[in-house]
C-alpha cells in the first residue's frame, strides 16, 4: 500500500534562508508525488507535480522537487524564503493504474521568521 | 471565477441532527472528491465519483452518503452527527481519469462543529 511521511511536524527558517521541507514514500510501482500548500483557513493549492517525466519539478512561487528513486524521496525546496510561504505543506503519492487516489502526508508546518 | 465552491463555510450543529454540504466544480473536471481534514490537518479520503459514478468509498460509517446528481456537483450528507464528526471538510475536483493524473483542485473547506 502506498504511503507518505514527511519529516518534521515544524519547520522554522528565516526570511531568505533555504528551505527544504522532507517528503519520503512508499509505493508498490513508480509513484506519481505531489506538494500541496495550505494557507490559513484555506483550501490546498498544488505547488507541483512528478508523473514520471523530468525527476526535477519545477513548481509555483519558486518552489521545486526532486524525485530520487534511490531514497524513495520527493523533498521540497526553495532557495530563498519569503514571509509569504509561511503555511502548511503537504506531500502527496499516488499509484498509476485506475483511478487517481491521493494519499496525504501529515503535513510540515513552515514558519518564516524576519 | 473558475472553481470548486463549497456551502455553507461553517456549520455549528448539534449532535443527532442531519446536514448537507454542498460542493458545485465549474472547471468542467470529471473526477469529485470529498477529503476529511482531522484536528491535527491530516488529510484523509472518503469518496470520490467520476462521472457521478462512484468509484472511491474509504472505510466510511453509512451516516455519510454522497450524492453526485450531475458531473459538477457532488455533495455530502451527514445522518446523526456524532462529536467525532467535527472536522474541515474539503471537496476536489480533477481531470483525472483512469491512469490519467492532472492534480486535484481544492475547494475552502466547509468547518464543521458538532456541539
Known amino acids: 500500500a502506498q504511503s507518505v511521511t514527511q519529516l518534521g511536524s515544524h519547520v522554522s527558517v528565516s526570511e531568505g534562508a533555504l528551505v527544504l521541507l522532507r517528503c519520503n514514500y512508499s509505493s508498490s510501482v513508480p509513484p506519481y508525488l505531489f506538494w500541496y500548500v495550505q494557507y490559513p483557513n484555506q483550501g490546498l493549492q498544488l505547488l507541483l507535480k512528478?508523473?514520471?517525466?523530468?525527476?526535477l519539478v519545477k513548481g509555483i512561487n519558486g518552489f521545486e522537487a526532486e524525485f530520487k528513486k534511490s531514497e524513495t524521496s520527493f523533498h521540497l525546496t526553495k532557495p530563498s524564503a519569503h514571509m509569504s510561504d509561511a503555511a502548511e505543506y503537504f506531500c502527496a503519492v499516488s499509484e498509476p493504474g485506475g483511478y487517481n487516489k491521493l494519499i496525504f502526508g501529515a503535513g510540515t508546518r513552515l514558519a518564516v521568521h524576519p | 471565477d473558475t472553481a470548486v465552491s463549497q456551502t455553507p463555510k461553517y456549520l455549528v450543529t448539534q449532535m443527532g441532527n442531519d446536514k448537507s454540504i454542498k460542493c458545485e466544480q465549474n472547471?468542467?473536471?470529471?473526477?469529485m472528491y470529498w477529503y476529511k481534514q482531522d484536528s491535527k490537518k491530516f488529510l484523509k479520503i472518503m469518496f470520490s465519483?467520476?462521472?457521478?459514478?462512484?468509484?472511491i468509498n474509504e472505510t466510511v460509517p453509512n451516516r455519510f452518503s454522497p450524492k453526485s446528481p450531475d458531473k459538477a456537483h457532488l455533495n455530502l450528507h451527514i445522518n446523526s452527527l456524532e462529536l467525532g464528526d467535527s472536522a474541515v471538510y474539503f471537496c476536489?475536483?480533477?481531470?483525472?481519469?483512469?491512469?490519467?493524473?492532472?492534480?486535484?483542485?481544492f475547494g475552502s473547506g466547509t468547518r464543521l462543529t458538532v456541539v
Open positions: 472547471l468542467g473536471h470529471d473526477t
Open positions: 512528478y508523473t514520471s517525466a523530468a525527476t
Open positions: 476536489a475536483s480533477s481531470q483525472e481519469g483512469f491512469n490519467r493524473v492532472y492534480g486535484y483542485t
Open positions: 465519483y467520476n462521472n457521478k459514478e462512484l468509484i
